[in-house]
């Protein structure tokens, strides 16, 4: 974990509700897909984690939804704002525990962190397989990154707006050996009951400081209590209690 100022590059809307947003800092405490980084804004006591999507040497992207008091004043953070940020926060999914063939499904903004884990799969010499679920067509975001990345490419969406109509589970393939997920605790669960094989799931917890210390988001497993901000967010799905997750 690194801890310093950060800049914002730009600060631009993908949909009515998400944003993306780059910021330039120190990235060396980012060592696998499915981190997040803890934001420090004016005015409010406890820091905003964000999920990043993507990484390089000079900064990082996250992509996030405009929800509450948090997330709405990161959206009013100007090009050239100073951020106050945590960086390299949780464990990250690990490359070498998927298999040739992983599903990487997202769904609303659980999407952006699968985008770099489909990137490091596809570094690490595997062959990934996107499915992004999203309500309606107008939240639809990342589906034209992912398929730049030359992966088969599925968007489900409920009310049949756009690609499969139906729910990220109505559209998994036959044939894969191991899946990651991401997005709302519902969404998961299905994935869970549904899914043919072992994987990672990545979760969402109210926290305190971000690092471990305040115990504030811990669980349940089966192998012991965990903190959600420094055991995961990426949990096994062997481990997984259902009922501490919702």
């Known amino acids: 974990m690194t801890q310093g100022s950060y ?15 780059r910021l330039l800092g120190d990235t060396s405490a980012i060592t696998a897909p499915g981190q997040f980084v803890n934001i420090q804004l004016d005015g409010l006591f406890l820091r905003r984690p964000i999920s990043v999507c993507d990484w390089d040497s000079e900064g990082l992207i996250m992509i996030y939804k405009v929800v509450g008091r948090g997330t ?3 959206g009013g953070a100007a090009p ?4 106050d940020v945590l960086c390299g926060l949780g464990n990250g999914f690990d490359v070498s525990r998927c298999g040739g063939r992983t599903l990487v499904i997202g769904g609303g903004v659980g999407t952006p962190p699968m ?6 799969l596809l570094k690490a010499g595997k062959t990934p397989i996107a499915i992004l679920g999203f309500n309606t067509r107008e939240e639809i975001f990342c589906e034209d ?6 992966i088969g490419t599925t968007v489900t969406t409920v009310d049949g707006s756009w690609g499969t109509r139906g729910f990220v589970t109505d559209a998994l393939p036959e044939d894969y050996d191991y899946f990651c997920a991401c997005g709302p605790g519902p969404m998961l669960k299905a994935v869970y009951s549904a899914a043919k094989t072992s994987g990672l799931f990545s979760f969402e917890e109210r926290m305190g400081c971000g690092f471990g210390a305040c115990m504030g988001c811990s669980c349940k497993t089966k192998y ?6 420094k055991d995961g967010p990426v ?9 501490t997750h919702g």
């Open 7 to 21: 800049f914002v590059e730009y600060n631009r809307a993908l949909t009515k509700d998400v944003r993306e947003m």
């Open 72 to 74: 709405a004043a990161l």
């Open 80 to 83: 050239g704002a100073k951020l």
């Open 115 to 120: 985008y770099g884990l489909a990137k490091a």
């Open 145 to 150: 990154r992912f398929r730049e990345l030359g």
């Open 224 to 229: 012991g209590s965990k903190r959600i901000c």
């Open 235 to 243: 949990l096994e799905k062997e481990e997984i209690i259902w009922q």
